[in-house]
């Protein structure tokens, strides 16, 4: 497996949850690590906790929606150290809610974050992937990019699409020696939930316990060490996926039982 010692890696979404525990796993390899995201001051508290061990950490504060905010971003990457090797596409929001309720303006902040901010992204890394003949990109996606689930619409939708970009990548840029790996993990506890557009009394429903982000930033070290295609985590995320393949219209009777039992639970 290929020493991650040195390499250059920029993680999108890294001031809190999977980005966070991502960036310090990375240091911990040997990697330097480009931390991106919104706020400056939660960026330099993950820098700080960086510096511990050792290895330099770039703080660059970026809305992945706006696409020359994402350019001029690689621009300093570039200027800093002269080649990206990693790419590791977190950022990302959720929405919870009926679809017959889904505010516009909510619903395009999903999208432009968690799909046009992952395309901006690739597209400003693979000119320099492709220059150097090398270079891996990492979308962390979900399990409900391979089966939606009811009241998160827009946020599946997103991470299909993440999915379907994904492939097509994949096949794309194998001439160039630039592989493509999609992480695909259940629920996590990070301040995913927390966040204003996941606050909706349909939200008490889903209440169960996830894994952490540091179990999701192991796999996602593996999968940068052994340049996998896709890592779909945990048993139960397995079945849903498999389920899905095999018979749609069971996972639907399935997943509405479930929904339904959970709401009852509620009352």
Sequence with gaps: ???LTDKIVLIT???AGIGHATAVAFAREGATVVLAARSEDRLQQVSDEIEQYGR???VLPVDVADRDGVFTMMARIMDSFGRIDILVNNAGIGLVGPVVDMAPADLQRVIDVNLFGMIWCTQAALPHMIQQKSGQIINVSSIVGKRAIPYMS???ASKFAMQAFSESLRVEI???NIRVTVICPPRVQTEFD???MMQHQISQRVNFRGITSESVASVIIRAA???RSEVIISLPAKCLALGQRISP???DWAITLIWNRLAHKQQ
């Design 194 to 196: 927390t966040t204003p």
């Design 154 to 156: 827009a946020y599946c």
């Design 1 to 3: 497996m290929p020493s």
């Design 174 to 176: 194998t001439p160039h």
């Design 249 to 251: 219209r069971l996972m």
């Design 225 to 227: 060490r052994r340049r």
């Design 56 to 58: 330099p950490a770039l």
């Design 13 to 15: 979404g890294a001031s």
